[in-house]
Structures are given as structure tokens and as C-alpha cells.
């Protein structure tokens, strides 16, 4: 314990004396003060680079084809743009910060201040005025693809299992449920430009139904009916992908949507009906997909 | 043993230590009989050797997670390539890894992580470590509590461990462990005795925190040294003390679901069942319960607990700014009031993580803006910090650092957060690798490098000596530069939809040209973990070799710079009086440009108080 009893008596908290300690603290080099402050200028710099330069690489959003997706992408460049303009203010002020109040860079004191009320209360309420706007904003398009759900009855049942999509479109009659259902898997069709609402089930575990390019993701909860609509508005063939940990097959519970014409989709119902019909089976041993 | 056997006055202004008697128990004694070594070193009520213990167990834990990420990044980046070295563990697939065996590892990594690292190592290290001698006290109010609470971390090192080598493997239901996945026992390879041996882990790690909660709570409010009012303690001290709190309220809800999962898996009570659910082909479960309790119960407990996560760093990166910037903090008050605010806050967004899960959409939209307003209290936080560095005289110390770089990263955490918190956006990024950069800038980015931070900070006060600078800073670069290649990235995977948790993606139309990004984003996590080798060294090295260190070795103003660098049992040699805040820099017309709590009132202080209010 004589250390710290000489610790005691030097009084300066034990610090070697020398030229190089200042104020009792290593006197760092101006050069190292500067590198620093621009190592930390690179993260302003080399983020901003990063989104700028994504999109040019195809990294970014997959194609949008449905007409709710359109406010989502604008909501996410609206809060981009907001969160990128505070980003890069907050970093470059502190590369500002760190490059000229480096202790070696002057010998002026360190400015003694506690704070500013003035300052506090204009960084709360801008902020606060800022994201209540934000909530505020983004309520409509979330009840649009939410909760206002279109009035028609389902036009397909998609029930997530491990580790595929079933898929059952109601039919002749327009009603699930029914014998005249018909049943495939992994392989859903939507007429383009019409409001599609799927009811979605899970028969096992938790799955997530997301369709990237109609930016849709909703849950497939066991014991529930999710209502999940959307417009689409271009045809083509997409993925579909189990968002939500199912398992040890999770990463190949693939499916694919293909967003046809309404006379392509007609056309498809009617040759999956031929299909059903030429292997049919009797009502009793509907698969078991169909059991409600 | 005279100073245990003492009894712990709430006061400790009446029972002075004597200061010639505290060191018997710290100091090794050449000739130790076997019972004094182990409760001293092992079974110590010390709370700074509890604090040592933490930090050790939490490190070991950190390499391990760490390893976990890389093969999680390498299957990733290489989905069915031969994995290199472990690649012999998985012979029977041809030195691959199977798909049931990545669902496990991402799984046990965010476990591993989360419950053995952050949380610990925040409140059971630091916490432990710091928050008497920050105070002034001799000891934590409750030693005997304090040992259990490390004591407790065992037998969850012993479940987490061991339910690696269980049949099925460990927990593979994601850390989240949401049922049915988790409930029933032929969901997945991992569903089996990993997920029993998991739950009873994740309890054993809530007793532990519990036990250190009320401690920490007693200790800051009962013990604190003479003059030591509660607007003078530091901040990571108010950090500590407010996430305390979260665990004292959002722990026994976490407890409890934790229960009931065990008992829907054990006896089939069926809380998370529902109605006619078939697993496997075969039919599971009781009925009548609700996937979707789950997770209301699981996010009232982890959702507060990434408060948890991120305020006592907070706190010790406040008091690292001051201390490097030689400056009063900007704005004490708000800074602690704003810790409360999220703390409060915090309890009432759980339903952010269950926007698309199935809940009623409309009460999305409340949850929607209390996330909103969450983002307040934090960017004050922010703002207060810029302010703090505002006209100071920047040290570079490898600290200021790591305390610089949370500011820094922090920020890029919490505007990623406005994305999700906003729901039609949140549709398309939820489960996204845009969520796992979020939560990697905060929890990593963030909390880790204020660990570090912490560590570079306090190490002269837990060993005496201080850590090598050179290297440091050498640790801090490779650091920084690689978490940035590695998580910056997932920002634009997440912006292309690349969904977390999938062995391979690549199979999807959307997400195939992805490859090459994903195996950039490896090579550096490599680079990341590699580079902690600097980091291992010096800490070690130092422990034995570095530099004596006084007292006081940053002219730091805390009271724990005021104690021998070790402290001796009991802490202090003389009784700490306090007369000041914690943030006394720079005042003006002082011959030194600090002035400690324990330093007597000094003219200087005065003059600049009134010249503040003329």
C-alpha cells in the first residue's frame, strides 16, 4: 500500500511529471487529433455514399407492383430524407467538435457551462413537434393497408404450413369452403388491377407471408383468420417468402405469386379445375388443409 | 474476515473503516489457507471482486456469441460450403452445416448475447463494480444477495451450455422463442430438451438480475456518503439506478411467461396453444390458449430490457465524455430526466415488435406513437452529448474513443429505429436484415463499444495499472472500421427485403444477387472478431505488466478516484465527504482544471457560480 500513500502525498493523482502533461493528462499530437476527427468524418461521408450508390447496384427495393406499396416506398424516402438530414448534421458537428476543440489544437481553457434551458427547449420540441407530425402522417396509410379491408368475401385462403403455402381459391360459388374449392400449393395467382383479399391461417407453427413486391407482410398466427388485401397493378411472376421462423426449413418455404390479366387468370382457375376434377376424390377425404 | 463480519451500517458516515485494516482481503497473502482463497476470490461477498467475476464470465461468454456470429455470417455469405475448422463437427453432412444446425446458432448467438453478455456485463460488472464506489460506500447493501446473484449466473452458464450437447441440439426457435415453435416438443430439431434446458437458463438469468436489482436499488438509495444527494451522483450511477428499476417491474412478467412456456411444454397446460393445431402431422397441444400472449409477455419483459441494454452505457459514456473533454456534462438534469423518460416510455412500446404479428391494427397505431415519442428522450440525449464536447479540450485516450464512437453509432441506431416505428414502413422491413442493423448499432455499435469504453476507462481502478494506449487505439480502429463494413450494410439488404433467419436466400428471385455483399459483410465480421485477439492481449498483459496507475489516473472528479487503484475491502481509507457534482471541469480560476466531490470547497467555485447567476 506505499503506492497509493505516495499516490496520497504527491497530491496530482499519482501522474508522472513531466512536459508532455498538461493539466495532468497525456498531451495527445495535433496529427492524431486530426486523423481521428477524420475517421469520424468518414462515417457521415461513407454512409450517405452508401445508400447514394446502392439503387445504382439494383440494391434496393425489389420493383414495387401494387398500388399501397407506392406510400410505403414514399414514407421510407420521407423519413430518409428527414433521418439522413440529422444524420449527417449530427456527425458532421461532431467532426467539428472533435477536430477543433482537440486539447492540442489550442491552450484556450475548456468553456465552463452546465447547460442551456434555451437550448434544451428548443431541442425538445422541435423533435417532439417533428416526430408527432410523423405519427401523425403515416396513420392513413396504415389504416388503408390495415384496416380498412375491402368488402368482398376472401378470394383465396392461403394457409402456411411447415414448409410450404397452401393455397385454396374458393371456387365456381365464391365461397371457401365448399366442395368445389380448389386446392394447390406454393403457386398463388392474382388478376392484376382488382383488390385481392386472402384469408391467411397457419396449421402448425408461426409463419410470416410476405410478398416484397407488393410490399405485404402479415403473420400466419395458428387459431386465427388474418385478413391480407392489396391492388396490384403489374403482371409478372414474384416471390413469395416465410418471414418468421418456422423451423429447421424455414429459408425454403418459398412460394411464387403470378399477377396475371383477368382473362390469363380465369383461364388458370378453369385448367386447375380440369386438373381437381380428372384425380378427384370424394368429399370425405378432402385434404386436410380444408378442415376449418 | 473483521471487516465482513462488520455489520453494513445504512449510514456508512458512522462506521469509518480503519484504513490500515481494509487491504487484509484484497491483497494475496502468501500463505492462504483454502477457505480464505475461496471466499475471496470465489465466493466473495466483495462487491468488486463480484464485479471482476461478472466481467470475466461476461467476457468469456462474449467470445463465445462472437464465434457463434461467424458461423452464422459464413453460412450466410457461403450457404453449404464447407465450414472451415468446425467444418469436422459436421462430418455426417459432409462438413456443412445443416439448416436445423443455423437455426440453432443464430438462435443461441442472440441468446448467448443478450443474456450472458450485455445484460451482465452492464448491471452485474459495472454495475457491481461501480455503483459503491461511486456512492461512497464500503459495500452493496445486501453482499450475501450480491454473491447469489453471480452464484446464479452458473447454473444458467450450466443450462445454455449444456444444451448444446443435448439430443436435437440447443434452442432453435430464434431468441425470441415464440410458440408454438418453442412450445411444442416436434416443431424442430431444437424444440427438444435445448428448449426446456433454454427456458430454465433464461429463468436462472432473471433470478440473478433480480437479486442484483434490489441490491443496486437499496444500495443507491440508503448508502450513499455524506453529501452525496441524489442530483450529484454521476450518470452512470443514475443509469444504473433507473434500469434497476425496469428489471425490479418488467423481470416478473418475463419470469412468469417463462413458466408458463415450461409448463405448456412439460405437462401440456396449453397457454400458447391453440385450438386443433397439428405440428408434424401430428395434433399439439391442449387448445384454448394464444400464440400471440406469448409475445405480449415475452416484449413487456424485452422490450424494457433494451433499455436495459443501453442506459448504463449511456451512463458511462456520459461521465467518460466529461472526464476526456475536461468539461462540465451539457445539461445534468435533462440528461437524467430523459433516462427516465425512456425508462418509462420503454414499458408501454412492446407492441412495436408485433405491428404485423396479428395484433389489432388499430392498437398498432397507439404503440406506433408512444415508439414515436420514445425517439425524444433519446435525441436530447444526443444533443446534450454534442454539447458536452462543445468548447472542451479533447483528450484522445482510446476511452474517449470507444465513448465518442457510441455517440456517433448511437445515432445511426436511433434514426434507424424511426424507420420500423413507422408501421406502413415497418411492413415492409419487419424481419428484415434493416431490423438487424438497427438493433446491431444499438446493441452492439452502442452498448458494446461503451463497454469498451468503460473497460479502457476503469481498468486502472479495477487492476491498479493502466491498459496500453497504443494498442488500444489500435483495437478501437480495427474495431470501428470493421462493425461499420459489417453492420452499415444490412441497412441496404434490409432496404431489398433480405429476410433474417434464412439459411439461404439466394434461391429467391429478389434476393440472389445478394451474395457478394453478404461475404463483404463476412470478411469483415471476421476482421471484427479477429481483431478482439489486440484487445485479449492488452487486457491481459496489462493486468499484470502495464503501468502502475495512481488514484487517479484521467484527473477524473467521481469518488472512485478518490480510493487506492485497487481498492482495498471496504473501499475507501478515509471517509468520502461530498461537496459537489460529479462534472466540476474547467473551473474557471482553479489552479487545476478539476475538481473532485471530495475536494473541500475552493474559492474559484464561488466566483464562477456567481459570475453564472449575475
Redesign the interface.
Known amino acids: 500500500?506505499d503506492?497509493?500513500k505516495r499516490?496520497?502525498d504527491?497530491g496530482?493523482?499519482?501522474?508522472p511529471p513531466g512536459d508532455s502533461w498538461v493539466?495532468?493528462?497525456?498531451?495527445?499530437r495535433r496529427w492524431?487529433?486530426i486523423a481521428?476527427s477524420l475517421?469520424?468524418l468518414l462515417?457521415p461521408v461513407?454512409?450517405t455514399a452508401?445508400?447514394v450508390i446502392?439503387p445504382y447496384y439494383?440494391?434496393?427495393?425489389?420493383k414495387d407492383v401494387s398500388v399501397h406499396g407506392r406510400?410505403?416506398d414514399d414514407?421510407?424516402y420521407f423519413?430518409?430524407v428527414?433521418?439522413g438530414v440529422?444524420?449527417l448534421a449530427?456527425?458532421l458537428?461532431?467532426f467539428w467538435?472533435?477536430w477543433k476543440?482537440?486539447?492540442a489544437a489550442s491552450s484556450?481553457?475548456?468553456?465552463?457551462?452546465?447547460?442551456?434551458h434555451a437550448?434544451?427547449v428548443v431541442?425538445?420540441i422541435i423533435?417532439?413537434a417533428t416526430?408527432?407530425f410523423?405519427?401523425i402522417y403515416?396513420?392513413n396509410?396504415?389504416?388503408d393497408?390495415?384496416?380498412r379491408r375491402p368488402r368482398m368475401s376472401p378470394s383465396a385462403e392461403v394457409v402456411a404450413r411447415?414448409f410450404e403455402w397452401r393455397i385454396r381459391y374458393p371456387g365456381r360459388d365464391e365461397t371457401l369452403g365448399t366442395p368445389d374449392d380448389l386446392f394447390i400449393v406454393n403457386d398463388l395467382h392474382v388478376p392484376v388491377d382488382e383488390d385481392f383479399l386472402i384469408q391467411l391461417k397457419s396449421?402448425?407453427?408461426?409463419h410470416?407471408f410476405?410478398l416484397?413486391?407488393l410490399?405485404?407482410?402479415?403473420?400466419a398466427?395458428?387459431?386465427?383468420k388474418?385478413p391480407v388485401w392489396f391492388k396490384a397493378t403489374e403482371t409478372g411472376t414474384?416471390?413469395i417468402?416465410?418471414?418468421?421462423?418456422?423451423?429447421?426449413?424455414?429459408?425454403?418455404m418459398?412460394g411464387r405469386v403470378t399477377i396475371e390479366s383477368r382473362a390469363d387468370f380465369d383461364r388458370w382457375l378453369a385448367r386447375i379445375e380440369a386438373e381437381q376434377k380428372a384425380t378427384q376424390r370424394g368429399p370425405d377425404e378432402i385434404p386436410?388443409a380444408a378442415a376449418d | 474476515m473483521s471487516t465482513v463480519t462488520q455489520p453494513h451500517a445504512p449510514s456508512p458516515a458512522t462506521a469509518p473503516h480503519d484504513p490500515r485494516a481494509p487491504h487484509d482481503q484484497a491483497v494475496p497473502q502468501r500463505s492462504m489457507s483454502l477457505s480464505t482463497f475461496l471466499s475471496t476470490y470465489v465466493f466473495s461477498k466483495d462487491h468488486k471482486v463480484i464485479g471482476l467475476q461478472f466481467l470475466f464470465s461476461t467476457l468469456v461468454w462474449f467470445l463465445i456469441g462472437g464465434l457463434l456470429a461467424l458461423a452464422v455470417r459464413w453460412q450466410v455469405a457461403w450457404p453449404w460450403s464447407d465450414v472451415p475448422v468446425l467444418g469436422k463437427l459436421f462430418a455426417q453432412q459432409g462438413g456443412q452445416m445443416a439448416p436445423e444446425f443455423y437455426t440453432m446458432l443464430f438462435t443461441m448467438h442472440a441468446t448467448v448475447m443478450i443474456f450472458l453478455v450485455i445484460i451482465p456485463i452492464l448491471a452485474g460488472a459495472f454495475g457491481n463494480f461501480l455503483i459503491p464506489l461511486m456512492i461512497g460506500a464500503d459495500d452493496m447493501a445486501f453482499p450475501t444477495l450480491n454473491m447469489l446473484s453471480y452464484w446464479f449466473m452458473w447454473p444458467a452458464f450450466f443450462f445454455f451450455g449444456v444444451s448444446f450437447f443435448v439430443e436435437g441440439g440447443a434452442a432453435a426457435g430464434g431468441w425470441t422463442s415464440y410458440p408454438p415453435l418453442s412450445t411444442s416438443t416436434v416443431s424442430a430439431p431444437g424444440s427438444g430438451m435445448g428448449q426446456t434446458l433454454w427456458l430454465l437458463g433464461l429463468t436462472m438469468v432473471g433470478v440473478s438480475s433480480m437479486l442484483g436489482s434490489v441490491n443496486y436499488m437499496t444500495t443507491i438509495i440508503l448508502m450513499r456518503a455524506p453529501g452525496m444527494t441524489m442530483f450529484r451522483l454521476p450518470m452512470t450511477i443514475w443509469a444504473m439506478f433507473i434500469t434497476a428499476i425496469l428489471q425490479a417491474f418488467a423481470l416478473p412478467v418475463l419470469t412468469a411467461a417463462g413458466f408458463m412456456q415450461l409448463t405448456d411444454r412439460l405437462i401440456g397446460t396449453g397457454f400458447f396453444s391453440p385450438e386443433g393445431n397439428i405440428i408434424n402431422n401430428a395434433m399439439s397441444g391442449a387448445g384454448g390458449g394464444q400464440p400471440i400472449l406469448w409475445q405480449h409477455l415475452f416484449w413487456f419483459y424485452s422490450h424494457p430490457a433494451v433499455y436495459i441494454m443501453i442506459l448504463p452505457a449511456m451512463g458511462m459514456v456520459s461521465d467518460i465524455l466529461t472526464t476526456f473533454a475536461r468539461k462540465p456534462l451539457f445539461g445534468y438534469r435533462p440528461m437524467v430526466y430523459s433516462i427516465a423518460g425512456i425508462a418509462g416510455l420503454g414499458f408501454i412500446v412492446w407492441g412495436h415488435h408485433m405491428f404485423i404479428s396479428g395484433m389489432n391494427p388499430a392498437l398498432g397505431i397507439t404503440f406506433m406513437v408512444a415508439t414515436m415519442m420514445i425517439a425524444l428522450p433519446s435525441a436530447v440525449k444526443t444533443f446534450n452529448w454534442l454539447g458536452t464536447i462543445w468548447g472542451g479540450r479533447i483528450h484522445y485516450t482510446t476511452a474517449m474513443l470507444f465513448a465518442i464512437s457510441f455517440v456517433s453509432m448511437f445515432i445511426i441506431g436511433g434514426l434507424s429505429g424511426i424507420f420500423m416505428a413507422a408501421t406502413p414502413v415497418d411492413i415492409f422491413i419487419h424481419d428484415t436484415y434493416f431490423i438487424v442493423a438497427h438493433f446491431h448499432y444499438v446493441l452492439f455499435a452502442g452498448t458494446a463499444m461503451g463497454v469498451w469504453a468503460g473497460i479502457y476507462y476503469w481498468f486502472p481502478k479495477m487492476f491498479g495499472r493502466t491498459m496500453n494506449e497504443f494498442w488500444g487505439k489500435v483495437h478501437f480502429f480495427l474495431t470501428f472500421t470493421f462493425l461499420n463494413g459489417t453492420f452499415f450494410t444490412m441497412h441496404i439488404l434490409g432496404a431489398v427485403g433480405f429476410p433474417r433467419r434464412l439459411a439461404d436466400a439466394y434461391h429467391y428471385e429478389t434476393f440472389h444477387h445478394l451474395q457478394p455483399l453478404n461475404a463483404f459483410m463476412t470478411w469483415c465480421a471476421i476482421g471484427m472478431v479477429t481483431s478482439q485477439i489486440v484487445f485479449a492481449i492488452n487486457f491481459f498483459w496489462s493486468m499484470f505488466r502495464g503501468p502502475i496507475a495512481g488514484r487517479n489516473p484521467w484527473n477524473a472528479n467521481t469518488l472512485e478516484w478518490t480510493a487506492p487503484s485497487p481498492p482495498g475491502h471496504g473501499n475507501f481509507d478515509f471517509q468520502p465527504v461530498v461537496y459537489r457534482g460529479p462534472y466540476e471541469y474547467s473551473v474557471p480560476g482553479c489552479e487545476k482544471d478539476y475538481l473532485m466531490q471530495t475536494d473541500p470547497p475552493h474559492p474559484a467555485e464561488a466566483a464562477a457560480a456567481a459570475a453564472a447567476h449575475a
Not at chain 1, 396449421?203 to 408461426?206: E, P
Not at chain 1, 398466427?221 to 386465427?224: D, F, I, K, Q
Not at chain 1, 417468402?241 to 425454403?252: D, F, L, S
Open positions: 500500500m503506492q497509493d499516490d496520497r504527491a496530482s493523482g499519482g501522474n493539466n495532468g493528462l497525456p498531451q495527445g492524431s487529433g481521428w475517421l469520424f462515417v461513407l454512409g452508401t445508400f446502392a439494383n440494391h434496393w427495393f425489389p406510400s410505403i414514407l421510407f423519413i430518409l428527414l433521418t440529422i444524420f449530427t456527425e458537428i461532431l467538435f472533435m476543440y482537440d486539447a484556450k481553457p475548456a468553456t465552463y457551462i452546465h447547460g442551456s437550448l434544451e431541442w425538445t423533435p417532439a416526430m408527432l410523423l405519427a403515416q396513420m396509410t396504415w389504416a393497408i390495415k384496416m411447415q396449421m402448425d407453427v408461426l410470416s410476405f416484397p413486391n410490399r405485404m407482410k402479415q403473420d398466427v395458428p387459431g386465427m388474418q414474384y416471390d417468402v416465410c418471414a418468421e421462423v418456422c423451423g429447421w426449413g424455414h429459408y425454403k418459398k386436410i
